[in-house]
């Protein structure tokens, strides 16, 4: 397929996304096999992809690609914490021209599949550059996201050719202190959404001395159905009789737990955070993060670095993941082409 038509095809993908065929069997199928893959949250994975995917974003985006005339294989090894979570990479290699040999995780292999498989029933040429498999063999490059600890294995395993390796990450919130109702109900969408798994959900705050959290717990109530979900909720009840036992302090309204600790990742259910006495000493912290930190949330982006709160989980088309430009490492590594 020349790039006329793998636009094409994309483009066909983001106006036909929530009217495909089997749609809602492949969300019920996404939501038993992985359970904390409710329909909402999928929904969700869903609208932002199709923003991606829009005619005019894809087109400035495609035009920075050449031509390809002589596809390749990259092997690619998908992350599972959030429904669809790698699906932009599948997108980089496809948009690049090459082939993407991928590998979904158990944990979320029912919508990638589908949205694989419609592809190529409208477009059977596409079945060339897509293939699932469960081995990463006779590959010319790899991308593979995982823990910190698979990330050491995947860059030895694969030291012999193009890698792009992701580990663990996650995000952080910064509050000023004088944030609106509407502003902390944002905030709380970065936090809750996707049950917090993700590396750009939101696992800490840093906030003033003395700051009062009762207005950011009463804009939080919008999420109170999420304790009906028995895996979030037992996280949460696990965690606090832990914190219980132990006699470590933590703030709860039934929802989420609080708990000040100077650690940027917390468990699903808990939520970290850490007071600053000033803004040199906030910046000496956010600075200690910085092989951590996915993304950063503040007051309209005021803080150097972050972005507005309720954004964290819409990252645009050219936001790569820890800030590693996907498509350059694809035409870096098959320069050839």
């Known amino acids: 397929m020349n790039k006329k038509e793998r636009t094409e095809v994309l483009v066909w993908l983001g106006e036909s996304l929530f009217e495909l065929d089997g749609l809602e069997n492949a969300l019920y199928r996404a939501g038993l096999a992985n359970p904390f893959f409710t329909e909402e949250f999928c929904r969700l994975s869903l609208a932002a992809i199709r923003e991606w995917l829009k005619p005019e974003m894809l087109t400035e985006w495609m035009a920075e690609i050449p031509e390809n005339s002589r596809p390749r294989t990259a092997g690619l090894i998908m992350a599972g914490n959030l429904p669809l979570v790698g699906w932009h990479d599948l997108m980089c290699i496809f948009a690049s021209g090459n082939r993407c040999r991928y590998k979904p995780s158990s944990q979320d292999s029912i919508l990638p599949d589908f949205l694989v498989d419609s592809i190529v029933r409208e477009f059977p040429a596409a079945a060339g550059l897509l293939e699932k498999s469960d081995h990463m063999k006779e590959i010319d490059a790899i991308i593979a996201t995982g823990s910190n600890a698979s990330a050491v294995h ?36 970065d936090v809750m959404q996707y049950f917090g ?36 909720q037992n996280n949460a009840i696990y965690h606090q009789a832990i914190f219980l036992m132990n006699g470590d302090p933590f703030l709860e ?9 100077p650690v940027l990742f917390s468990p699903p259910g808990v939520l970290h955070y850490q007071f600053y006495r000033n803004m040199e000493e906030a910046h000496e912290i956010v600075r200690s993060y910085s092989k951590d930190l996915q993304c950063m949330v503040s007051h309209l982006g005021q ?6 709160f309720g954004t964290a989980q819409k990252p645009g088309l050219t936001n790569y993941a820890d800030g590693a430009d996907t498509m350059k490492f694809l035409l870096e590594a098959f320069p050839e082409n």
């Open 303 to 308: 803080f150097p670095g972050s972005i507005p």
């Open 154 to 189: 995947f860059h030895y395993y694969f030291r012999h050719i193009p890698r792009l390796i992701r580990g663990s990450r996650s995000s952080l919130g910064f509050i000023y202190g004088f944030e609106s109702r509407e502003e902390l109900s944002l905030l709380c969408d």
């Open 253 to 261: 309204n039934g929802i989420l737990i609080l708990r000040e600790n």
């Open 197 to 232: 798994m993700g590396c750009r959900s939101v696992t800490k705050l840093l906030v003033p001395e003395d700051y009062d959290f009762s207005p950011f717990f009463e804009t939080l109530e919008k999420y109170r159905y999420l304790t009906g979900h028995h895996r979030f």
